[in-house]
């Protein structure tokens, strides 16, 4: 990374707050790969990476993120650097990763600069526009392009992000459009056994599933149940709070107060052809619901906090997704499935019966639910190819 004006200035920059030290967990003996990402949406796919390098090359993974990431086996956990100088040193100075890389394109020279001097060369994963910090206001002449420059391989989502990357600096023969990386083991396991036994038992009843429901959508989705069941009236839902705690009060109050017939997965009762809502027993399960039901509500999207769980889940399981307005962590992955197709937004309750009795047609449902499954398989070639280039780099190959 050629030391430019721009870097000297950027450098120059005041302080916002005083410099805290900080203590880091030990370094691990053998190589390791440092994956930095900007936010807890652009560091899924690196978390399926991670856990691959870790399994197959017998590396040690940091990952590094602004936002508090789930805990995963394996992965050590810190917050990134301070884009100075001599933080940046002495965050590498400790960990001496073996090599770097940067997920969707945020550009921090300092620290880039800083494993220049190593001659370490960091790779950009799941590219989609560069941009310096976005908290770092200024201009910095020849700023991005040195920092882009500093970069062995840019990998990018499509042409037109690869078409940013070039126009602002990156060495053309770096940059590759593969695609978007799989994001994290979005297929839930359950037990065949299991499953087989209740398919058995539901044959070919009519069933959808409300994922994590909250407090606060539970009349929306049994109103919705209540207005699809006038056109099959074998119709089964099977809800799985977000709050396992509530099961109880949440079925005394469905069969005491509303009059529905009702079963506990937590009292150990199935879901019989009189059942018509099936309690689970909180999102344990998951994996064998999303097997069950051909159609999921994703909990928290409508009237809560935002959606609770990854709407990959259901699609790499093959279930045909609902969702509210209210995305939460998962905007752009919604964005994914909305533009190819494979989920179906719904703006309020009303809309929720009216959506789910459309796709009680199994063939819209089941159009529905390829499309996503084709979005969720899409990733995990591009995961290969990436994982190849990995490895060369770890090799010391170009």
């Not at 302080?15 to 190589?31: C, D, H, K, M, Q």
């Not at 691959?52 to 990431?69: F, K, P, Q, W």
């Not at 090599?99 to 600069?113: C, K, M, N, Q, Y």
């Not at 695609?179 to 539901?202: I, Q, T, V």
């Amino acid at each position: 990374m050629v030391h430019s004006l721009g870097l000297t200035l950027y450098n120059l920059r005041p302080r916002r707050a005083p410099s805290i030290a900080t203590v880091w967990a030990e370094r691990p003996t053998g190589r390791l790969v440092w994956m930095h990402a900007p936010s807890v949406e652009t560091a899924r796919g690196l978390l399926e990476l991670a856990s691959r390098l870790i399994d197959e090359e017998n590396v040690s993974v940091l990952m590094t993120c602004a936002d508090a990431l789930p805990a995963r086996q394996g992965i050590l956990r810190a917050q990134p650097p301070e884009d100075r100088p001599a933080e940046a040193r002495a965050f590498l100075d400790h960990w001496q990763p073996d090599l770097a890389l940067f997920s969707d394109g945020e550009l921090r020279p300092a620290v880039l600069h800083a494993a220049e001097e190593r001659g370490l060369r960091p790779i950009i994963v799941d590219g989609r526009a560069p941009y310096v910090l976005k908290d770092r206001n200024g201009w910095y002449p020849g700023l991005m392009r040195s920092a882009l420059q500093g970069f062995s391989h840019v990998l990018t989502m499509d042409e037109v992000a690869a078409r940013a990357f070039r126009k602002n600096g990156a060495a053309l023969s770096a940059v590759s459009v593969v695609g978007r990386m799989e994001e994290d083991s979005a297929a839930l396991p359950c037990l065949e056994a299991e499953r087989a036994a209740l398919a058995k038992l539901l044959a070919t009843r009519p069933v959808w599933l409300a994922a994590g429901l909250p407090e606060a959508e539970e009349s929306a989705v049994i109103a919705a149940h209540r207005a699809a069941q006038s056109l099959a009236h074998r119709l089964l839902l099977i809800i799985a709070p977000e709050d396992p705690g509530r099961a109880p009060a949440l079925a005394k109050r469905l069969a005491d107060e509303e009059g529905w017939i009702v079963a506990e997965r937590a009292e150990d009762q199935e879901p019989d052809p009189e059942v018509e809502v099936f309690v689970a027993d909180g999102m344990a399960e998951l994996g064998l619901w999303y097997r069950l039901a051909p159609i999921t509500f994703m909990g928290g999207s409508l009237a809560g906090q935002g959606c609770l769980r990854n709407p990959m889940e259901p699609a790499a399981l093959g279930s045909a997704i609902l969702y509210g307005p209210r995305p939460g962590v998962f905007g752009s992955t919604f964005g994914r499935l909305g533009a190819a197709r494979a989920a179906r937004a719904v703006g309020s309750a009303g809309d929720l019966g009216e959506a789910l009795s459309d796709l009680l047609s199994p063939d819209r449902a089941a159009r529905l639910a390829q499309s996503a499954w084709i979005v969720a398989s899409d990733g995990a070639e591009v995961t290969e190819r990436v994982m190849a280039v990995v490895r060369r780099a770890l090799a010391g190959e170009t």
